[in-house]
């Protein structure tokens, strides 16, 4: 039988778990009750009392005020929300706190907008009957911060930024401090925002209902003239943002409640650091590289010269001599026109991008296990699972608003295991961190499938019904040395069989990896143990389970689903065929290409070998951000032909031949596809700068000056276009992608998919593929003369090469890279932290500034390699996946001496003085 309540004598159903202020907003609206200290994204805390309603257990029978948020419906109450006494009560309450409140409303930011100011008016207050106090809190703002602002005599204490820190991105920097009239909030040790350990995040400026906490674009300012929904340009996570626009500005950016990925939250990077788009050393004019410099040319003169340059090269040395790389920061629908104009116009598949550098060994590990090499699940089954397991990927930096959401899962004491050579921030509220050797993921991982076999923790139902190849693997993981294993790693055995038991005996259990998996010698061995362990487990196919790649940049998934990797055209089928190439040629109307194309690493070499002599950037600094900077860089002297689309003049964009200057996220339309396959709209928020065209326009105009026929350049055509050929964008239309996307497969009729492989797997039955461990050929080669072992890493601050953050204010927050060492390595050489030191690898030396931590263990040192000077990818190597090609940015040996950078230099010169 349905229950039912009352609301002001009208009969409504009620839902279990349901609050009266939930009840209330469901049947009328949200504003029908007003709020102080409630929000949409903060559990109820009843710190204002201005929800109070009147609850009364029988009709016309004695009623009892009740804090509407954090109050059950009780069936058959009769809950009234405006009566004589509330009203009274809610007036009473709005005003005690507007006598501590300073009135300038007019003056203050939030004027029109701020949530004290609504809810006075809403309870009817028009003058304050108690005499004016003295504001508990100086009026003194806290500008410190390159971001963040706060003015505390602005606060009416309802603890929403306390626990928007808490809840939301869990980083407990606000607490309220004092007690009565002397309560108020700090920062860390009362420090102000910059010194605090604030991230950055926003959440309590977004969470504030006045100006108390505010940041320095006033994003809660009503002045602005429209506000555009959009997709964030850095991570994987693919955070939907609300854009403010002023004078055909963006003012300021906020993150939407009603947004399924992010839920009203995003990092520093999506919500502050946007200001890179009107720069003044944005791009404005194509140019043309003359005697050596750069001249200012006409789009025209730059096409015409790529199309001249391009057919001498084609009819001299035949189309593969020509190749195109393409961009995981770029539109599907660019990425779609890059590898169509490399297949299509010039008739080569010499197609890569970076989305392959970086998580072919995904692709690919998981085609080989499940069919599909996409996630399996979505990030909103955190809710749903009793176990997380994360491999080689520091969320909490690199992916924030997961890295939140999986933290504070670990911060709540649930089972989390993390397996990482550094101490990252997961590692440190993990269950178990199994802190391993670079390099070694695939022992550490056979280690655990062995206990989970010799201690019977499998799921024989799941395997016998879904998998094929077990037994085979079974003796294969049973012959194993689990002592040598262990000394291999660098892991305690006993260490590694808690974390095993922990993850099989879990009802649902998670996995997640990064770059740490995949950007190794043996990345895709890795990552099919990672899908053995979910088999093995039978933790696939259903909520609050599955294998989940956190993919690096934002648009990793979509380029490779647009066919930007040679082997494998748009919807991953394979360019080698002769079946497909037939059906690409007859749906490009052009005989399509069917031989062998090179991938990044090969068409350097090619390039060094005289074999290719031009590429096509767009949107990639290869030269700073792929590994031998040195190999890079003559590969890219060598070509005859350099055309870099871009909007700085990067470090690769220095060295073209032909620049032509691009647009910003910003500025143009499209689809991303996050890490969890959801397709989402890109909507331009501003009109290009000046001088500037959106990536895709550019390869739309290129292929018809070549002589293809193209339509301009538009999301919903190109939409229609790739449906047609991509087979799980099939039912995917621009029109109806709404606000939160849809997650492919999307069939014919509309509908999309959250979970992947309910009930069968793609390839039918799930495969599982054994893997023995081997160490990489750099430490095999290199390791005795260099012996200890660097590995990459980012920082929440920056975003890859920080060709856009170094343009932000994010650069006052982390000024430089650093090397990280472990303080007993550093006492070996003499090193004090904040020093300059010299790294040597078999490619180069560079000197970097020493942090002494022991998130590293002995042997093991860490960096960045956002800042071009620094030129970190000096020292890496051109070892690659054996399978995939990705390159092996997380394992180089490399040897330490502490240098005379400047630190030491201007000590020495003072010295002389």
């Known amino acids: 039988m349905e229950k039912t309540a009352y609301i002001n004598d009208k009969s409504f159903p009620i839902r279990d778990g349901e609050t009266i202020l939930q009840f209330v907003r469901r049947n009328f609206g949200h504003d029908f009750v007003p709020t102080l200290c409630d929000a949409p994204n903060l559990d109820p805390f009843g710190a204002c009392r201005v929800c109070s309603v009147d609850v009364a257990l029988v009709k016309d029978g004695p009623a009892k005020a009740q804090a509407s948020c954090h109050t059950p419906v009780i069936a058959n109450s009769y809950i009234y929300t405006d009566s004589d006494r509330i009203k009274k009560l809610r007036r009473n309450i709005v005003e005690l706190v507007l006598t501590d409140h300073p009135l300038d409303c007019l003056t203050c930011e939030v004027n029109n907008n701020c949530e004290l100011q609504t809810v006075a008016a809403r309870v009817g207050i028009r003058d304050v009957r108690y005499p004016e106090g003295k ?24 603890g929403r930024c306390v626990r928007a820190c808490d809840e939301v991105q869990g980083e407990l920097v606000l607490t309220m401090a004092g007690r009565g009239f002397d309560s108020h909030i700090v920062k860390s040790y009362n420090d102000n925002f910059f010194e605090s350990d604030c991230v950055s995040c926003g959440a309590c400026a977004q969470a504030c209902p006045t100006s108390a906490i505010s940041d320095v674009f ?31 500005k963006v003012k300021s950016i906020q993150a939407p409640f009603d947004a399924e990925v992010n839920e009203g939250h995003t990092c520093l990077k999506g919500r502050f650091a946007f200001s890179f788009y009107n720069h003044p050393e944005r791009l404005r004019t194509p140019l043309i590289k003359r005697n050596g410099e750069f001249v200012p040319a006409t789009w025209e003169e730059a096409y015409d010269y790529i199309a001249s340059k391009l057919t001498q090269i084609k009819n001299d040395f035949g189309p593969d001599a020509i190749g195109g790389i393409s961009s995981a920061r770029c539109t599907n629908e660019e990425n779609y026109l890059m590898q169509k104009f490399i297949r299509a116009v010039i008739g080569t598949n010499n197609i890569d991008s970076c989305a392959r550098v970086c998580h072919s060994p ?8 499940f069919g599909t090499g996409a996630a399996t699940n979505s990030v909103v089954d955190l809710k749903y699972t009793d176990c997380i397991m994360v491999i080689g990927a520091n969320p909490t930096d690199a992916h924030p608003v997961t890295g939140a959401k999986l933290k504070q899962f670990a911060m709540k004491g649930k089972p989390s295991i993390v397996i990482d050579p550094r101490r990252t921030e997961m590692a440190r509220y993990a269950t178990y961190h199994l802190q391993l050797r670079p390099g070694t993921n695939v022992a550490m991982l056979n280690m655990l499938l062995y206990f989970i076999i010799s201690d019977k923790l499998e799921d024989s139902e799941f395997i016998s019904a879904r ?19 262990e000394k291999i790693t660098g892991v305690d055995k006993e260490l590694a069989r808690k974390a095993a038991k922990a993850y099989a005996e879990a009802p649902n259990a998670m996995s997640f990896h990064g ?11 890795t990552v099919m143990l990672i899908a053995d362990l979910a088999m093995i487990t039978g933790n696939i196919g259903r909520r609050g389970v599955g294998v989940n790649p956190l993919r690096g940049q934002n648009n990793v998934q979509g380029a490779a689903d647009m066919g930007c990797q040679p082997h494998q055209g748009a919807g991953y089928l394979d360019s080698y065929d002769p079946e497909i190439n037939k059906k690409y040629s007859d749906f490009y109307k052009v005989k399509i290409p069917i031989g062998k194309g090179m991938k990044i690493p090969e068409m350097y070499d090619a390039s060094i070998n005289g074999k290719l002599k031009a590429l096509w950037l767009m949107g990639e600094d290869n030269v700073q951000t792929d590994p031998n900077t040195q190999h890079v860089m003559k590969a890219m002297n060598q070509l005859d032909l350099l055309v870099v689309q871009e909007i700085f003049m990067t470090e690769t964009a220095k060295m073209a031949h032909v620049v032509l200057p691009a647009s910003s996220f910003l500025e143009k339309s499209g689809t991303f596809t996050n890490g969890e ?11 290009p700068i000046e001088g500037t065209k959106p990536d895709g326009q550019i390869i739309v105009e290129i292929m018809n000056r070549m002589g293809y026929k193209q339509a301009a350049y538009d999301p919903k055509t190109l939409l229609e276009e790739i449906s047609q050929i991509v087979p799980f964008f099939a039912g995917v239309k621009w029109d109806e992608l709404g606000e939160n996307g849809k997650q492919w497969p999307v069939l014919p009729d509309g509908s999309d998919t959250e979970i992947l492989h309910t009930e069968t797997f793609k390839r039918g039955r799930g495969k599982f593929q054994v893997a023995s461990w081997k160490e990489s050929e750099e430490i095999v080669n290199h390791g005795a003369e260099f012996p200890y072992i660097l590995t990459t890493n980012r920082e929440l601050e920056h975003y890859n090469c920080g060709t856009m953050t170094r343009r932000t204010g994010n650069v006052e927050i982390i000024t430089d890279d650093v090397l990280l060492i472990n303080p007993s390595d550093a006492k070996n050489h003499l090193i004090n932290d904040g020093d300059m030191v010299c790294i040597s690898s078999a490619r180069g030396k560079i000197d970097v500034k020493a942090k002494i931590t022991d998130e590293v263990r002995e042997g093991v040192l860490s960096s960045t390699f956002h800042f071009p000077e620094v030129r970190m990818n000096d020292l890496t190597s051109s070892v690659s996946d054996s399978e995939a090609m990705c390159p092996e940015y997380k394992v180089v040996a490399v040897n330490i001496r502490k240098s005379k950078g400047k630190k030491a230099a201007v000590a020495a010169a003072v010295g002389r003085f």
């Open 362 to 369: 995904t692709a690919l590990g998981m085609q080989r296990t």
């Open 218 to 248: 006033e994003s809660k300012s009503v002045a602005v003239d429209k506000k555009v929904r959009t997709v964030c340009t850095y991570c994987g996570v693919g955070c939907n943002l609300d854009v403010a626009v002023s004078n055909g």
């Open 467 to 485: 998998t094929e190849g077990y037994e085979e693997f079974k003796q294969h993981i049973l012959k194993l040395d689990i002592n040598e294993l």
């Open 677 to 687: 396959r959801r397709i989402q709209k890109v909507q331009n928020v501003v009109e």
């Open 515 to 525: 770059l740490g998996v995949t950007e190794h010698s043996q990345g895709t061995y």
């Open 135 to 158: 504001n508990h809190l100086d009026k003194k703002k806290d500008l410190s911060h390159p971001y963040m602002t706060s003015d505390f005599s602005k606060c009416i204490n309802c």
